[in-house]
């Protein structure tokens, strides 16, 4: 039933996601590398999760489809294009590399005299006084299930056959950078419950508290995205499989 070559995949790639993307994030509004500019952190930070995941769908998407999050896995199995019980070992492997992908980020920062959880973080999501614009817990949750419809559209879309499958890594990436220009001073931009699980497990505190809302939140905008994408769909048979998101590049 579970396959451990996909499985691997989608652990590694998940790990590697959120110790780039998340250091990125860390850097720019821990450290304030970016220096006083908020904007120039945001760009370095869209920047980073998006590049990132243009080259993992191209490395690993032969494998697995590189989904790495969880909100990806369940817009196919709500779109019909993987099965629950293959989607169950992919949402463990990817938990579990959100987790380990920030523990080795917490074990690098903490090398360093500057780093504290307190003053630096971990690039965790937020909302309250833990979002940039102290956007409410209501608004989180749009804004999420928003930016992640918007984000399992586009992979589900681009991974059809209808599609140019040798754009589709660019796509998917572009997808995910330009929801983090506009989520990150609301909420930190999740979009990818793995992603903020990890981070918040190393944080705790209020981090921790809040981490719920980035994993109903965007399950629930991928299965509007797998909905949507069923209407446009419903007079095609020729979707791809839920392991071909690159299988073809």
Not at 55 to 66: D, F, K
Not at 97 to 113: C, E, H, K, N, R
Not at 138 to 165: D, H, N, P, Q, W
Not at 211 to 231: D, E, Q, R, S, T
Request: charged share 5%; net charge neutral; glycine share 12%.
């Amino acid at each position: 039933m579970f396959n451990p070559r996909k499985l691997l995949a989608e652990f590694l790639g998940t790990a590697i996601l959120v110790f780039i993307a998340v250091g990125a994030a860390t850097l720019s509004f821990g450290f304030h590398l970016a220096g006083l500019s908020f904007a120039a952190g945001i760009v370095m930070t869209a920047l980073a999760f998006g590049l990132v995941l243009v080259a993992l769908v191209y490395a690993i998407g032969p494998i697995s489809g590189c989904h790495i999050n969880p909100a990806v896995t369940i817009g196919f199995v709500a779109s019909g294009r993987m099965k629950i019980q293959e989607a169950i070992g992919y949402w463990i492997a990817q938990i579990l590399g959100g987790i380990a992908g920030a523990y080795l980020l917490w074990a690098v920062f903490t090398s360093s005299p500057y780093y504290s959880k307190s003053t630096v973080g971990l690039g965790a999501d937020g909302w309250g006084s833990a979002s940039k614009l102290h956007i409410s817990a209501g608004g989180a949750f749009l804004v999420e299930v928003i930016l992640t419809f918007i984000f399992v559209m586009v992979v589900l879309f681009a991974t059809s056959k209808i599609a140019r499958e040798a754009m589709a890594g660019l796509a998917i990436g572009m997808a995910l950078l330009f929801v983090h220009i506009v989520g990150i001073a609301l909420t930190g931009t999740s979009v990818n419950p793995a992603r903020s699980l990890g981070p918040a497990l190393v944080l705790g505190g209020t981090a921790l508290s809040q981490v719920w809302l980035f994993i109903v939140a965007p399950l629930v905008g991928g299965v509007i995205a797998a909905l949507v994408y069923m209407f446009f769909m419903a007079d095609t048979a020729i979707d791809a499989p839920a392991d071909a998101v690159a299988s073809d590049l």
